[in-house]
């Protein structure tokens, strides 16, 4: 079975800073494409990161490029999120998704497995 666990999530200040883990179990770690997504109320999930462990390409998406960053412990199985200078507009669900034999090279993950989601919250 497999399982995306994520943790990490909060309240924080804006300017502040979060580090969001997913850790995975059931799945082929050393090629897999694992993307951090968020949501917010009323809006599409949308892609923020992208890490591929078979090539260690990773992809920081527009709206959070120069902020956050993604990197990964593979004998944790482990990916994660760290997200500097935290505005309220990252307020949201942060879900990490998982899809086995892509790079992020390619293409964005269309994830076949989900979290359940960590909350973070930005005050200004």
């Known amino acids: 079975e497999v399982q995306l666990v994520e943790s990490g999530g909060g309240l924080v200040q804006a300017g502040g800073s979060l580090r969001l883990s997913c850790a995975a179990s059931?799945?082929?770690?050393?090629?897999?494409?694992i993307g951090w997504f968020r949501q917010v109320p009323g809006k599409r999930r949308e892609p923020v990161s992208c890490?591929?462990?078979?090539?260690?390409?990773?992809y920081i998406y527009e709206s959070v490029r120069g902020r956050f960053t993604v990197s990964s412990d593979n004998a944790k199985n482990t990916v994660y999120l760290q997200m500097n200078s935290l505005k309220p507009e990252d307020t949201g669900v942060y879900y990490c998704?998982?899809?086995?034999?892509?790079?992020?090279?390619?293409?964005?993950?269309?994830?076949?497995?989900w979290g359940q989601g960590t909350q973070v919250t930005v005050s200004s």
């Open positions: 998704g998982a899809e086995e034999g892509i790079s992020c090279a390619v293409r964005t993950p269309v994830p076949d497995y």
């Open positions: 059931g799945l082929t770690f050393n090629d897999v494409a």
């Open positions: 890490f591929s462990t078979s090539d260690r390409v990773n």
